[in-house]
Each structure stands twice: as C-alpha cells, then as structure tokens.
C-alpha cells in the first residue's frame, strides 16, 4: 500500500487550469482517468487526510504510486480526452458501462449497389443506417417480415446474391414478392436504391405519405375494377398498420428523443435508455455497472452519455436528451453534445406531462433490471465463491486461485501442432487474455514436449515483463531475451523498451496465474512444473485434469486428487478444461484449413495474393498456367520477366495436383473450368490428398 504524501506534487506545480489526470500504480499502469475544470483543486481533494476520503477513493489513492495531467483549453477538450483516455486505458477504478448484452439493430447497407436490409450488431459502419436498437432479433425480423409486402429490398446475404446472379434464378423471396429481385435484373440498381431509402423514411417514422399514398392506389384500383390489384394494396396497408402498431405513439409532435434513468445503491448502478424517434419508441437498452469511485447521480448520467454517444454523430444524437440529474457543470457537456450532433441538443430534466410520466417507465425499468442483476449476480458469485474455495481446498492453496491458466495441445496425426491458453478470472471467463501458439521446437507428435515448449515460452515472456515493467530492483530479467505470442524473438533491450512503452496500456502475459491447469495426466503436469521450476518460478500452482475419470493430479504425486462428482470446484475445472480443448481444436481446424487450400502459387516468393488472383483470373486455371511461356505470364499485369521466371520454375517442381472429384457424382471435374471454390493459388481441392485422411483431433 503506498502513501500518497509519498508522489504528491509540490505546492504551484500543478496548473490551475481544465484538464485529464492519470493516477498509475507501482507498474505504471493507468488505474484511474478524471477531468477537472481546475486540476489544481480535483487533486488536492485526493492528497488529504486518508481517514476523510470515501473508502473507494482512499484503495485508489493508495493503489497509485504516481499522477500526471494534461493541460487542455476548455472543458469539452477535457471530457473528449477523459472519454478516449478511459476506452483506451480501461483504468480499474473509473466507472464503466458494460452492455448486459449485445444489441441487434436493424440496418440497411446504403453503401452497396443493392442495399440489404439485416440484423447487425457491434460497432456501427460508415454508410449503413441503423434503426433500433432492439430487444430481441425476432422482433426485428418480425418487422422486416411486414414491411417486405411494401417495400421489397434485397435481404440476401452476398453468398446468395452471387449464386442466384449466377444461374438466372431469384430465391424464394422473388418468387413470392418479398424481394424486387435485383440479382437477376428485375428493377435497376438506381430503382432498387430509391425503394431502400422509402424504406428507411418509413422506419424513421415518415409513415404517413406512404399510407396516403397506398389508400389512394387502392381506391383508384377498385374504381377501374382491378379489384385483385385493390386488394393486394389493402393488405400492403395492413402490413404497414400492423408493423406501426409494434411501435405505439408516446410522445406527441413526432418529438425525436432519448430518455435516460439511473437506479443505484452503494455498490452499483444501472441504466436504461429509450430511444424514441417521431414519438414513437424504436430502441431500448440497459448498462449495469460497479460503483468503483465516489460518485453522484449526475457523474453517472454524465458517464452514460460518453458511453452512448462518445462515437455517434449527426442525427444518431437526437435533438432533446430526458435525464434525472444534469452533470455538474452542465454546460460543457450539453456543448459536446451539440458538437456531436452538429445542431443544438437540449439537455435537461422533464418537469411535466408525457415526458415526465415516460421517464418514470423508463425509471421503473431501470429498478427492475438492477434488481435482477443483483438477483442473478448473488446466485453467481456464491457458486463462484464455492467453487474457488474447494479448488483451493483440495490443492492445498494458500488462498483462491482468483486467475486460473489453462493449456491444451492440439493436432491432427502430428501435423498442425498447436497449443491455447484461456484465462478465467473469479470463475469467469476473460476472452481478452486468451493466447495461441504454434509449436515450432519440434517437428511431430509429442504433447509432453509440446506442454513443455508452451509453459515455457508464456512464463518467459512472463518474466519478461516484470522485468519491464521495474517490478526486479536489479533489473536482471530471466534470459534478458523478449518473445512474442508465439516465441519469437523480438531483439528490443528490455531495459530501454520500458522506457519507450511507459503507456500504462495492458501487455499481454503480463498477469501471473495463482493456478495453471493443463489438459492430462502425470507426464503433461511433470512437463509443466518442470518448465516453471527452469525459469525460477516456485509461486504458481500447477494441476492437470485428465480426462478419462476426471482425475486432478499434482506434480510429484503418485495418487490423483479426486473431488466428488457434485464438486462445484470440479466442475469449474471442466468449464477451464472445456474451454481450452475449445480454443485449441478450432486454432488447429484454421491452420490445417489454410494448409489445405494452399497451392503451388503460395511458395512463390514475393508474390502477394492480389497477383496471384490476377494470374488466375488471367489464365483461368493452374493448369493453364502452367503450360504457359514466360512471355505469356509477362501479359498479366503487374508481372514482370524476373518474376515471371520465378513462378514457371516454381510451378515446373510442383507436382500436378490430382483432378477434384464430385463426391456426389463421382464426376471428375474438368480443371479447363473456372475455379471459383479454389483456395488462394487457385488449385482445386483433389480426392485423395491430405483432406481426406481420417485422423483423430487431439
């Protein structure tokens, strides 16, 4: 625990001006990030009395063994440099808002030639209008469904477009009038453009021109007596009455607004947004968060908004924002987000009417979900608890193993050798911090070798890193060498990288586990302790689960360790085991998959994937390269004589692959055809090669 007195900056050295302070702990990693309208007097708040400090403030004060700042003009500088600091650095002991889940939206890819209208979720692209976010994927799907009778935009994924282009057949949807059909020509790219954005002006909330216009078509349809046409159009009314009944109307004068409310108690909070556009409510999500640092109602409206609107721009920043408490100041913010927008945003809290009486729904949802985190989160964390307390009971641990390590080997027959690495931390999986590696020691099948090659090169990198980071006085690190992910070399002085990467950002291997669980026996533990015991390493718990009676075993031990089927302790270390053989066999499937499209093109040295697509394009096929003359691969463009040279001698060594069999048919198929399945030499994949082995995946 260090003393604040002990890096307190001397009196008048810090500016009495707006800025961003960082607080760092001994290993210089950000651990918290703040504004201040005048860091001269935020931070003197930190550097009093420790007894008169919240006891979240006083761990964090105590924590840090360093504070600096940056200096910026105005506040809105400061709150768009505290926001980037913050996804950057993802300090510990700063509030941060975490989806419970990820929300669908519906969006329609303007960007294409044919927009398609899907369900997307993650980070929003450019040239994509998004509608939503949504509950559930259904309901978006459910909607879409309605309005395809109106407005028939491709939803087709690429794959299917192409195909159905291919061979001059729409899908079911064209069939049946849910598609305009593009893929074979039916309506032009410009027309097909215009019936996306009337889709898009429906879902903003423009229904009634449509409406209007529909009816008048139906009637003028009845009054010629084309009564099929009239009734068609009456169920397209229908369709696009239902579809807006989903969304009722709760705010008059088509207001365009979001509405924010908090419920929280000492440990946590929770938000939950409704998005409302043209009165009508077209999204709702929900954050729950800990409360790490002292703070009040208004910082976690203030929070909330840098997290909802910290990469939006334009009208995805609404006109009006609804809160329950307004940030202290509220001017820099209510600026920021008129910046974001680009037009003014009014900030405030409603007083009266529909507004206020929505806000209390919307607080009401807030309190539900709180509740239930909290509900489900007790349940949670008491089997979590369990768990780590029996792990470390029947290893004899010192305390809970709050980080476990797993590693597994995986191969096909000995070829493909690869090794994964996943994290749990307090029974919980941390996909951030997974690893891979490829085993290069060695050529073959020895998962022994393999556990020891993998244990080896984590925990150098390990120490590695301590010795980085400052935490040995001496300075003298394990072998003085860095490695990557996969054991290679960097050739960087650790000495002099320390003080080049003094960023505060996480490094990777640079947590110890309190526990490392392998996947097997006796000999794959024996390997694993004997890679720490090599490095110096005597403070890390090693255990392998086998999985023939689920057995755990101990280094040195001639006995397994066996914990009751029920064990909540067991079954954690299966969920470790699970995930690791997970991880691993789909590293491997990639690998071999990418082996297996390989071609005689991919060992031509220095040529990139763009020409050799290029020379396939150009000859049609491997084989027709092949028989080629240097001169004719010289028309390709991009190709010059040396390279050219290059790859007839590399296509001369190379056997002829053997031709691609039907597996339906048994058809040869005839190499003189386009390849459109071949990997990236072109080269089909042939009966008999190495695809066809059966082997067991380890």
């Not at 259904?138 to 291919?166: E, Q, Y």
């Not at 040995?472 to 002085?493: C, N, R």
């Amino acid at each position: 625990m260090a003393d604040p007195s002990s890096y307190r900056p001397r009196p008048g050295e810090i500016p009495d001006s707006p800025g961003v302070y960082r607080f760092r702990d001994e290993h210089r990693r950000v651990i918290y990030v703040g504004k201040a309208k005048s860091l001269r007097q935020r931070l003197a708040n930190y550097f009093q009395d420790l007894a008169n400090l919240h006891p979240r403030t006083r761990t964090m004060v105590t924590t840090a063994a360093s504070v600096e700042w940056t200096v910026v003009s105005t506040e809105v500088e400061a709150l768009q440099l505290e926001y980037s600091w913050i996804k950057e650095y993802d300090p510990r002991f700063n509030v941060k808002y975490r989806d419970d889940k990820s929300y669908p939206y519906l969006a329609v890819t303007m960007n294409e030639e044919f927009p398609r209208v899907q369900v997307m979720r993650g980070h929003k692209k450019k040239g994509v209008r998004y509608f939503g976010p949504y509950g559930h994927a259904w309901a978006i799907r459910d909607t879409v469904d309605l309005l395809l009778r109106v407005f028939p935009v491709r939803t087709c994924s690429a794959g299917v477009f192409k195909n159905a282009a291919r061979t001059g057949r729409p899908c079911l949807l064209g069939y049946i009038g849910k598609c305009s059909a593009p893929c074979v020509g039916r309506i032009s790219p410009e027309d097909h453009q215009d019936l996306a954005e009337e889709f898009c002006d429906f879902m903003a909330g423009r229904t009634g021109t449509y409406l209007r216009r529909l009816e008048k078509q139906m009637t003028q349809a009845a009054e010629e007596m084309e009564y099929e046409r009239a009734a068609r159009l009456r169920d397209d009314i229908e369709a696009l009455k239902k579809a807006m009944e989903k969304n009722a109307v709760v705010l008059a004068d088509a207001t365009d607004a979001d509405l924010i409310a908090v419920a929280e108690d000492e440990l946590e909070a929770a938000v939950q947004i409704f998005h409302v556009r043209g009165g009508r409510v077209r999204g709702q999500r929900g954050w729950v968060t800990d409360k790490v640092e002292e703070i009040t109602t208004g910082a976690l409206v203030e929070h909330a908004l840098q997290q909802l609107y910290g990469e939006e721009t334009g009208d995805a920043v609404p006109k009006e924002v609804l809160v329950p408490a307004l940030p202290e100041p509220v001017e820099p913010v209510q600026e920021w987000l008129t910046g974001r927008r680009g037009a003014n945003v009014s900030l405030r809290i409603p007083q009266r009417g529909d507004k206020k009486a929505l806000m209390e729904t919307v607080q009401r949802n807030a309190q539900q979900a709180l509740a239930l985190h909290k509900t489900k989160r007790a349940s949670d964390l008491t089997t979590r608890s369990r768990a780590l307390e029996e792990i470390a009971e029947a290893l004899d641990l010192e305390s809970a193993p709050l980080r476990i390590e797993c590693y597994d080997i995986s191969h096909l027959q000995g070829d493909d050798v690869v090794a994964s690495m996943v994290v749990f931390e307090d029974g919980l999986q941390r996909k951030s911090e997974y690893r891979r590696f490829q085993i290069r020691g060695f050529a073959g099948q020895d998962d022994v070798r393999s556990m020891h090659e993998v244990i080896s090169r984590r925990f150098r990198r390990y120490l590695a890193e301590k010795e980085r980071t400052g935490e040995w006085a001496d300075g003298a690190g394990a072998d003085g060498v860095l490695t990557d992910g996969d054991g290679a070399l960097t050739g960087t002085d650790p000495v002099t990288d320390s003080l080049k990467d003094d960023d505060g950002r996480p490094r990777k291997f640079a947590y110890p586990p309190q526990l490392v669980v392998v996947d097997g026996g006796q000999p794959q533990v024996a390997a694993a302790r004997r890679a720490l015991d090599e490095l110096g390493i005597d403070d890390i718990a090693v255990c392998g689960l086998a999985k023939r009676l689920e057995e755990v075993w101990l280094p040195g031990d001639d006995d397994p360790v066996v914990l009751p089927r029920t064990s909540e302790g067991l079954y954690l270390l299966q969920r470790v085991r699970d995930e690791a053989h997970r991880f691993a066999i789909t590293y491997q499937r990639t690998r071999r998959a990418k082996r297996f499209r390989a071609g005689p093109l991919d060992d031509v040295p220095g040529l990139g994937e763009t020409r050799k697509q290029a020379l396939i394009k150009h000859f049609g096929s491997v084989k027709r390269l092949r028989s080629a003359t240097i001169e004719q691969i010289q028309e390709v463009p991009g190709i010059g004589r040396k390279t050219a040279e290059t790859i007839a001698v590399a296509l001369a060594q190379a056997a002829p692959a053997a031709p691609a069999v039907n597996t339906a048919t048994g058809e040869i198929i005839d190499d003189e055809e386009p390849e459109t399945t071949a990997g990236s030499s072109g080269e089909p994949v042939t009966a008999g090669g190495p695809d066809e082995r059966r082997g067991q995946e380890t």
